[in-house]
């Protein structure tokens, strides 16, 4: 199972990626929010954060093994949730993700039907079935609005998740753990680990 690979990209045509790697080049399956981001990186090495399935029909021998490529491990696990929805699977999730997961993320927690049947492929009644599968499973992921808000906190989408997590173990509910983490990125302040954003949490609650 390939989960993550590094090379360098050498063009980008639709949502096929060709990543050189070494002596080969593979071709990789990007969201239209990630090509947004790798169109400006071409012959600039990147890692890409991978998603590793067979395309085609089983009953007729014809697998095809497919690569799915992310930025970050957080955007590759909100993908893996959002194809596990009745009707959606991973071809309808890859044409569907034109908005960053942090915005789908936040549709699906505000119950914003309107708003998910306007990705591509997804209709009304798709879009109540991500409501209703998903509502529960996606305040980590909407809460990534803050680290694209221009506030100024330089911090990986990996840390604030795995921040929200260790709140909600302390006992933090959703909404408080979310409440205290924008809180803290609003400050113009680096952080390079979990602990340092939470002291800056705990400091912020004493005041």
């Known amino acids: 199972m390939i989960t993550k690979i590094t090379g360098t990209p050498t063009a980008v045509s639709g949502d096929v990626l060709t990543l050189a ?3 080969f080049e593979y071709e990789v399956l990007i969201p239209e929010f990630t090509r947004r981001h790798i169109q400006g990186q071409i012959d600039k090495e990147i890692s890409l954060h991978t998603i590793e399935y067979l395309e085609g029909n089983p009953m007729q021998g014809r697998l095809t093994p497919r690569l799915i ?12 949730l959002f194809c596990q929805v009745d009707g959606v699977g991973v071809k309808k999730a890859l044409r569907a993700m034109v908005r960053p997961v942090q915005e789908v993320a936040q549709a699906i927690e505000d119950q914003d039907a309107k708003a998910l049947s306007a990705l591509p492929g ?9 409501i209703a599968k998903l509502r529960r499973k996606v305040p980590k992921f909407a809460l990534l609005v803050a680290r694209e808000a221009p506030t100024g906190a330089d911090v990986e989408r990996d840390i604030v998740s795995e921040a929200f997590e260790v709140l909600r173990a302390l006992g933090h509910s959703d909404v408080d753990a979310r409440r205290l983490l924008d809180d803290a990125l609003t400050r113009k302040q680096k952080f390079k680990d979990v602990e340092s954003l939470l002291q800056t949490v705990y400091q912020q609650r004493q005041n």
């Open 69 to 80: 490529g992310f930025l970050s491990a957080i955007e590759r696990e909100f993908f893996e």
């Open 122 to 130: 997804i209709g009304p009644a798709t879009s109540e079935r991500i």
């Open 21 to 23: 790697v070494g002596a």
